[in-house]
C-alpha cells in the first residue's frame, strides 16, 4: 500500500500546489489593483509619482502573500479534491482503500512545503518589503515616520526619557531632547541635539548638542560636537513605527519586546504578534484538514463553484477571527499564546469533528 500511497501522495502534490498558485495569483492580483487605486490619490503630491507608487504596489506584495497564504491554500486544495470528487477520481481512491485518516496524512506531508514556504516569506522577505515600501513612500511624500504627539515622539531608555521631534524614513533622528535622571528620580542633565545617527552594533551619535547638567554647585551649560547615547532603542526596534507589527520579523518583534519590558512598559499587543508569527504558518495544515470533507460531497449536492465559494467565506472568517482575538487579547488581557492560537485552534477542532463524521459515515 505504500507505493499507491506516494503515487496518490505526488498526484495530490501536483493538483494542489497548481490550484494555490492559480489563487495565489487572483489574490494578488485583486489586492494589487486595490493598493494601486488607494495609492492613486496621492499622485502628484509632494514629489510623489506614478513609478513609486507602482514600486510600493509592488513591494506591498509579499505582505499579502503572506497574509494570504493559508486562505490560497484552502482554496486551491478545496478546489483540487472538488475537482477530483466531481471525477469521481477521489470515490476510486476510496475504493481502492483510501481512508480519511490516509487522506490527512497524505495532505499534511503534501503541506508541509507550505508551512515552510510561508514562514519564509513572514520571517525573511516581508519585514523587508514592507519597511522598504513605507520608506520609499515616506521619502517621496517627505512625510515623518512617527510624530505620536504634538511635541515628537517620547522613548524610555534606561534611566533616560527621550523626545525625538522627528524620525526620519531612513531611521536618523532629529530634534532630540533627553532627560537624564539619577536612581532616586532627581533631574541630572537635559541634552538637546539637532540630529542622530545609530552606529552598526554601537550606539547612538547625537550631534550638535547643548547640554544642561543640574548638580549641587548650580546649574551648567556647554556645547558639545557630538555624544555617544548607549540605548537598547535600535533601528531594527524602532522599525516598529514603520511596518505593522504583524508584518515584522520575530528577531525584531523580540528586540522590541526586550525593550518595553526593560522600561517596564506594556508588551501584549507584541507579544500576540510574535506568537502569530510562530503559529501562522501552521494555519496552513488548518486550512487543508478543513478543505478535505468537500472531497466527501458529491456533485449533486453543490458544483465545485458553490464549493470554492464556501471555502472563501471560510477563509474571510478565519481572517477575521485572527485580527478579532488579536484585538480581543490585548482588551482582555489574554495569554498572548492563546490569542495566537486559538482561531486556528477553532478551526483545527471544526475540521476534525467534520473528518470524524465522514469516516464513520
Keep these: 500500500m505504500a507505493r499507491p500511497l506516494n503515487t496518490l501522495r505526488r498526484y495530490f502534490a501536483r493538483e494542489i500546489y497548481a490550484a494555490t498558485a492559480l489563487a495565489l495569483v487572483a489574490f494578488l492580483g485583486l489586492f494589487a489593483f486595490f493598493d494601486l ?5 496621492d499622485v502628484g503630491r509632494d514629489g510623489y ?10 513591494l506591498s506584495m509579499p ?9 490560497a491554500v484552502l482554496l486551491g486544495t478545496l478546489y483540487a479534491l472538488s475537482d477530483m470528487a466531481a471525477k469521481s477520481e477521489y470515490t476510486v481512491m476510496r475504493a481502492a482503500g483510501l481512508s480519511p485518516r490516509a487522506a490527512v496524512a497524505s495532505l499534511a506531508q503534501v503541506g508541509i512545503v507550505f508551512v515552510i514556504l510561508c514562514a519564509l516569506v513572514g520571517e525573511l522577505v516581508t519585514p523587508f518589503a514592507e519597511r522598504t515600501a513605507q520608506q520609499l513612500r515616506l521619502k517621496a511624500t517627505g512625510s515623518l515616520v512617527a510624530q505620536e504627539f504634538r511635541s515628537g515622539l517620547w522613548v524610555k531608555s534606561e534611566s533616560r526619557f527621550v523626545n525625538v521631534g522627528e524620525v526620519r524614513p531612513d531611521l536618523t533622528l532629529a530634534n532630540i531632547r533627553m532627560y537624564e535622571f539619577d536612581p532616586d528620580y532627581r533631574l541630572v542633565s537635559i541634552s538637546d541635539a539637532k540630529t542622530g545617527s545609530y552606529e552598526e552594533g ?3 551619535t547625537l550631534k ?22 548607549e540605548s537598547a532603542l535600535t533601528p531594527d526596534v524602532l522599525s516598529v513605527l514603520v511596518i505593522n507589527p504583524d508584518k515584522m520579523s520575530a528577531w525584531n518583534l523580540v528586540l522590541y519586546i526586550r525593550h518595553l519590558a526593560r522600561n517596564n512598559q ?14 501562522y504558518p501552521f494555519a496552513v495544515l488548518v486550512m487543508m484538514a478543513l478543505a478535505l470533507p468537500f472531497a466527501y460531497v458529491q456533485v449533486r449536492h453543490g458544483g465545485v463553484g458553490m ?9 474571510v472568517v478565519f481572517h477575521g477571527m485572527n485580527t478579532l482575538f488579536s484585538h480581543l487579547g490585548v482588551l482582555q488581557n489574554w495569554p498572548p499564546f492563546i490569542s495566537a492560537a486559538l482561531p486556528s485552534a477553532i478551526f483545527m477542532v471544526a475540521a476534525l469533528v467534520v473528518l470524524s463524521r465522514v469516516e464513520h459515515r
Design 307 to 315: 464549493k470554492v465559494f464556501s471555502g472563501i467565506m471560510i477563509g
Design 37 to 41: 487605486i488607494s495609492e492613486l490619490r
Design 266 to 279: 506594556r508588551t501584549e499587543r507584541y507579544e500576540i504578534a510574535l506568537w502569530k508569527k510562530i503559529v
Design 202 to 204: 554601537a550606539a547612538w
Design 208 to 229: 550638535d548638542v547643548v547640554q544642561t547638567r543640574f548638580d549641587a554647585d548650580g546649574t551648567s551649560v556647554r556645547r558639545l560636537p557630538e555624544i555617544t547615547w
Design 63 to 71: 505582505g499579502h502573500i503572506y497574509e494570504l497564504f493559508p486562505i
Design 49 to 58: 509619482r506614478m513609478v513609486q507608487a507602482f514600486a510600493f504596489v509592488l
